[in-house]
């Protein structure tokens, strides 16, 4: 499973603390399924509409909140960004660099409860790299995590190779000479989320998680990098 975080927390915690109002939702579904939300502007790295899943489990769109950014790589060549995705995504080119080149809602834990997914022990539809049951629910509801109790959750899908922070479409040629269009839009799809996260989910003790180590974002206005 190639998984490498790549984590924003100015950009973020920018983000959530002045949501923009385009993409207001009206609250979350509070009913301990995962739910999956497309998002106006947000884009795979093919150009095809994504977006964001959550799952309020606590009864209430006030508790506890993690937003976990994914991670999986980078790319900036043709070759490199040649993801060649099979049906759930996942990228087969050997040469790829990058772990995922889509993500929607055929790919996600929609309509699912949390023992049915790899967070609660389950394996994941969207994830078949992770075949060993529970060994993603440990970083999340085993004993030593500190997420072990109730927690609403909202993972935000890393598939556009450039670090959550790119804002552009660019042409690229692959050394057997094919060229093809991809969409940096990791920034814009970052901070189209956080703005729907923001209507979904009022509260203000929100965390943000990234694949090694935790980090709690104080929730103060910061510039967002451009």
Known sequence: MKKQTWFLGALLAAALFFPSTSNAQSGALCDGIFHWVYVAGAENLNGSETGFEYLCQTGSATGRLLIYVDGGGGCWTGDSCDCQPDSNGLCTNPNSTISHSFFNQSTSDDGLRWAQTYWGGGVGAGNPDLSTPGAW??????????????????????????????????????????????????????????????????????????????????????????
């Not at 009022?202 to 451009?226: A, H, K, N, T, V």
């Open 137 to 226: 629910a440990a970083a999340f509801a085993g004993p030593t995590s500190p997420f072990n109790q109730n927690w609403n959750i909202v993972f935000i899908p890393y598939v556009t190779g450039d670090a959550h922070m790119g804002n552009t479409v660019q042409k690229l040629t692959t050394s057997g000479g094919n060229t093809y269009s991809v969409h940096f839009m990791g920034y814009r799809n970052v901070t189209n989320d956080l703005a729907v996260i923001a209507s979904l989910f009022p509260q203000q003790d929100r965390y943000l998680g990234r694949q090694r180590g935790w980090g709690r974002c104080r929730l103060q206005p910061e510039p967002i990098p451009r």
